[in-house]
Structure formats: C-alpha cells, structure tokens
C-alpha cells in the first residue's frame, strides 16, 4: 500500500539547525505541524502556525515535562497502520490522526556530560519521550518518514514537496539510522552510568561510534573498512583536521595513532617516525629539526613510507628536511603556515593537525576483537618513575645513563613484544620488535644499529626490555653489543642469573617492577 501525503508531522528537537528551513517547506506543502516546548516557541517566532502537543492531546505537559509526548494520541498516530482496517477503525474510535513525520533529536545528554554537570543535572538530561517516538516511528516506517540529523532535511522537504511523502527504501534507511541513533544514545548513558558505580566491567556492554568515513578497503584490498569515531575527546586521528593529501587508509590511521601517542610520552622536542606500527626511530632534542634528523638515521631504510609524528608544532626548518622524504603521513599538535607552504608539493602527504597532544597518563579503554566477542582493558598509562626505579647490581647507573634508561623504556612501551630498544644521548640507535624470542629481538636491534650508524653503533648506549630476560641470554647479546646500562621490568624466577651476568660483564641494571607488554 502506498502511504497517503504526509498530513502532519511531529517536530521536537534539541539541535534546531534547518529547524524553521523545515518547518516552512512542510507547512508551503499542506503539512500540519505539531510540536513542544521550545522547538514550538522556535517555530512560531518565525511566524509559523504550530499546534502544541497539549492542545492536541488535551492533556497538559507533567512532571517538569518528563511528560509530554507519552500518551495515544500521540503514539497511536505514529503506530497505527492505515492498511489495516482494524488500526483505522480503533484510530476513528479514538479521535486518533495519523502523523506521517517525525522529526527528533534527542537531549544533550553527552554534550551535558563532557561538561562536568553534577549527576542530577545528568540525569534530567536523559530522553524518555524522544526514544520512544523514535522507536514508534521507526517500526512504523512502512507508513511514518522518521529524521533524527538535519542532514536528512532537505531530501525529505523535497521528496514531500514532488509526491507528498517519501519512498519506501528512504523510510526504511531512516528508521535504521533512527534505532543507530537511540542505541548509542542508550550506550553513552550506560557507559555513564557505570563509571558513576564504578563499574569498569559491567555484566553488558555497548559500544558506540559514529563512521567518519568510509576506507577503500582494510589491512589488504580483499578488506572492507571503514574509521567510526567513538567521541572520546583525547586528541589524535579521531579528532584531527587533514590539512592535505589523499585519504587516509588503514593502515596510515593505525599507524598514525601509534606514533602519535608514543611522541606524546617525551617533554622535549621529539620525533617518533613509525612503520607497521612499530617505532623505528625516536628521538628528543633541544629542537625538532635536531630530534627528527636523529630519530630518521636510527633506521632510515625502514623510515621510508613511514609517519612522522612531532609533539611541537612543526616548523619549517623540520618540515624541509621531512619533504625529503617519501611519508606517508605527518601528525603534529599545529602546522605552522610557512611549514604548510614547503609541504604543499607534496600533494599527496596526508598532514594531520590536532590541535593537543593526548595525555599519556590519562585512563581510557582498548579493544581487541576475538571470535565471538572482545577484550577489553585499561590503556597503558603506566609511567615509571625515577624514584621507583630499583637499582639490582653492584654498579649503579651513572645520571646519563639513567635519562637515556628513562627514555629508552619509554620508547620500548610503544614496540611490539618482544621489545628491545637500544638507546644513546636521547635517541634510539637499534630497535627490536615482534619477536619470538628476547634475545633475537636483541640481537636484531644491534645489527640494524650497526648497518644504520656503524660498528661502533651500540657501544656506550643502554638497553630497554618491554619485560624481564628470562635467561641471561638477552642480556649478554645487548652486552656484546657494548651497552653499559640495562633496564627491565625483573621477576623472573632466573632473575639472580641474569644479574649476576649483568654484574660480571660491568653493567648497571634497574628494574622498574612494570613491565609493557604490546601484542
């Protein structure tokens, strides 16, 4: 059966963009138009005749109008069928008229939290009426148009305008993304509510995220992908503006948001450049053109088709010596315009601006996908401090090699395990990631020293371990290679082997009691 034109529409929003823009083309179309509060007093400012849901229902708005658009008249309109003689029959016994559109939005309830508004004020910011219209409407799309975004506006304005409604396919996309709408509607309110309880894991958990955009395909081009932004405000990918290049893929976001929470760990100027998400070159210095040429020269072939990431805003000093090279993608807290300029040649960098650099302290939550379902944890926040850090052999480390121990750790929180980082005057000389075993990790991260900066590479440098030797075998390959300071998380059950291996070749070791594993 093909629905009747649209006789009267239902308007209550909380966003009114393109509200009044709607409302006019609806009533030029023969639409009544019904509605609340303050979208009504928005709509007859305008000069627009609107009839008030409780002089249509002749029940007034109750309770502080938590009770407004709960009653028949109202739900009868958007939930009973005109192809069903019974529904016309029950509706004509009723005073009940069918309303062909609805259209709602929802109360702030997100933006009311990221405010910091205390919980009762929360709490009244949560939506009865609006989700269950939604919802009516939404099951009865075969009959009802539903727009929860004012992006839909004018498509529907002009569908009504040509046949007086919309089209079948039109209702039923509409109704799917009304129930998206209240579903991660209702998840950021349990999300909320559970952090209220203190509940970091609660019996069911649901996931929000709104898309961002469609990818050209995932890890490989036989995958389908697309980026959803979850609405966290940390800064990054999600909240990055793209001042240039082509669309980002994949693996740029994966690999970009990598980078950039690890630059994110260091205070001074620093440079992390990042591929297949792994650091293979990080450095801090008293200027960003200085950190990026020596975070490039711990493994320039592997930097090729990287991202760069800085934790300042880029200069144009480091900018030309980034155009040099073939990246993929540049993330910085700002761009400066002359920095802009240089790397407008190369039109298909992608270069990001956030506007902040994420807190690496801050909690927060990851997700791994699992057949069947999900892990869920803590992001790593952990940061070891100077103070806590327990010196376990007969030499202890020197004021140097305790910063570059610091720095090192730092760096192999952000490597795939197994990680070993070799470390020297702020800047990594050798990195080891993804390993089965610590001490292949080891020694790959040496050789690469070697074949980048030289034979002497790694001699005087320190060495990080993401977790502790399990044998001193890893130990003794970093020693070979001529470090002179060790730092690992400890607890092994071989741990008075692998210090007194430490001990016997001259070493000084700490353990941070913390270990960072990355899988």
């Known amino acids: 059966m093909t629905p009747p034109r649209i006789e009267r529409a239902l308007l209550s929003v909380s966003d009114k963009t393109g509200l009044v823009e709607l409302a006019r083309r609806l009533a030029a179309a023969g639409v009544e138009l019904l509605s609340t509060g303050g979208s009504a007093r928005t709509l007859r400012e305008a000069g627009l005749a609107v009839v008030e849901v409780a002089d249509y229902t002749g029940f007034p708005e109750i309770l502080d109008g938590r009770v407004k658009t709960l009653q028949p008249k109202i739900h009868g309109g958007l939930l009973g069928r005109p192809d069903l003689p019974a529904h016309r029959a029950q509706m004509e ?100 509510f559970a952090g209220q309880l203190g509940d970091d894991f609660p019996a069911e958990l649901t996931i929000a995220g709104r898309r961002g955009e469609p990818l050209r395909y995932g890890e490989n081009p036989h995958q389908a992908a697309a980026f959803y932004r979850s609405g966290e405000s940390r800064p990054g990918v999600a909240t990055a503006r793209q001042l240039q290049g ?143 850090l327990e ?36 800047a990594t000389v050798g990195v080891g990631a993804g390993q089965m075993s610590r001490v292949d990790s080891s020694r790959i991260a040496a050789r690469k020293a070697r074949e980048a900066l030289g034979e002497r590479a790694t001699e005087g440098a320190v060495v990080a371990s993401d977790a502790f030797f399990p044998f001193a075998d890893g130990l003794l390959a970093a020693a070979e290679a001529g470090v002179t300071a060790v730092i690992q998380p400890g607890g092994s059950m071989r741990d008075s082997e692998v210090i007194a291996a430490a001990d016997d070749k001259g070493l000084a070791m700490v353990f941070t009691g913390m270990r960072h594993f990355r899988h």
Not at 104 to 122: H, I, M, Q, S
Not at 402 to 407: A, E, K, P, R, T
Not at 411 to 420: D, E, G, P, R
């Open 391 to 426: 010196v376990v052999t007969k030499r202890a480390p020197s004021e140097a090699e305790l910063n570059d121990l610091l720095f090192a750790f730092r760096v192999a929180k952000h490597v795939k395990s197994n990680a070993i980082v070799y470390a020297k005057e702020g």
């Open 93 to 192: 016994q009723h005073g009940i008229a069918p309303i062909g559109l609805l259209v709602v939005n929802l109360y702030p309830f997100r933006e009311t939290v990221a405010k910091g508004a205390d919980f009762e004020t929360c709490i009244e910011n949560i939506d009865i009426g609006g989700p269950a219209l939604l919802r009516a409407a939404a099951k009865n799309h075969a009959h009802v148009t539903v727009l929860t975004d004012p992006a839909d506006y004018e498509a529907a304005a002009a569908a009504i305008e040509a046949g007086g409604n919309t089209g079948a396919e039109e209702r039923k996309r509409l109704a799917a993304k009304a129930y998206a709408h209240t579903a991660a509607y209702d998840a950021a309110i349990s999300g909320w």
């Open 246 to 388: 082509k669309q980002l893929s994949y693996n740029n976001l994966n690999d970009t948001d990598a980078a950039f929470e690890a630059v994110a760990e260091f205070e001074r100027p620093a440079v992390v450049i990042v591929k297949h998400a792994n650091p293979c070159g990080v450095a801090e210095a008293d200027s960003l053109e200085a950190a990026y040429g020596r975070a490039l020269a711990c493994d320039p072939v592997s930097a090729y088709g990287g991202i760069v990431a800085l934790n300042r805003a880029l200069d144009a000093a480091t900018a030309a010596r980034i155009a040099e090279l073939f990246a993929e993608v540049v993330i910085a807290p700002e761009v400066e315009d002359e920095a802009a300029a240089l790397l407008a040649a190369r039109r298909n960098l992608r270069v990001l601006a956030t506007g902040a650099l994420p807190d690496p302290a801050a909690p927060g939550w990851t997700f791994k996908s699992l057949s069947g379902g999900f892990l869920l944890q803590g992001r790593d926040n952990g940061r070891v401090a100077r103070d806590r």
